[in-house]
């Protein structure tokens, strides 16, 4: 597993992986898998990266965390912030995300922000199998209904402490404008605009 440190913006020809990236596991000198990956998205052709995805990349896996990035609005992962994982077959785990849900939404833009990414989601089997499983987490009801209720259950609590206690009392307009932004980013209507059928056509 290899934390893409500044690995994503600038991919090129002879880039110096462990100087700049943070290899996790296993704990060793051998960067031979990102070599192969940096060397097939930088150089093929389409036609042979979709051929080397097919081979190298676990489509299912891809397709679900490029699908909750974008739904979150993850939005500073254009060249860092992820890791590039590889069991048998490349995938991609988030990292340090907290700059989502809002931040910077009016400059989001779904489907790939850094080279790696753009390249997975032009592959027709990636872009399908995002397609599907934005669906079914986002648009089908999926799972926006139980986190909302879950949501609700826990402002209810968090109502009565934030109103009555004096340490919040400046900041409990503050709380509130947020319980509602956050509400309206669990409802499918406040995110009509990222979940058209398909997202990506």
Known sequence: MTHANYLLEFFRKNYPL???????????????NLENLLAAVTTFSDAKWEQFVRDN?????????????????????FRTNLYIAYNKKFYLLPWDNESCIGYNESTYKIGGDNQLTKRLVAV??????????????????????????DAENMFETADIAMKNDPNFKDGYNKYLTEKERFLRFLSPSGRVSHLSDPVLP
């Open 124 to 149: 027709p089997e990636v872009k399908a199998a995002y397609n599907r499983r934005m669906k079914e987490l986002f648009m089908d009801d999926g799972i926006l209904s139980t986190l909302r209720a």
């Open 18 to 32: 462990r100087s700049l990236c943070e290899k996790k596991f296993p704990e060793d000198d051998d960067f031979s």
């Open 57 to 77: 990349v676990d489509v299912e896996k891809v397709a679900s965390y490029l699908a909750v990035h974008d739904f979150l609005l993850v939005n500073d992962t």
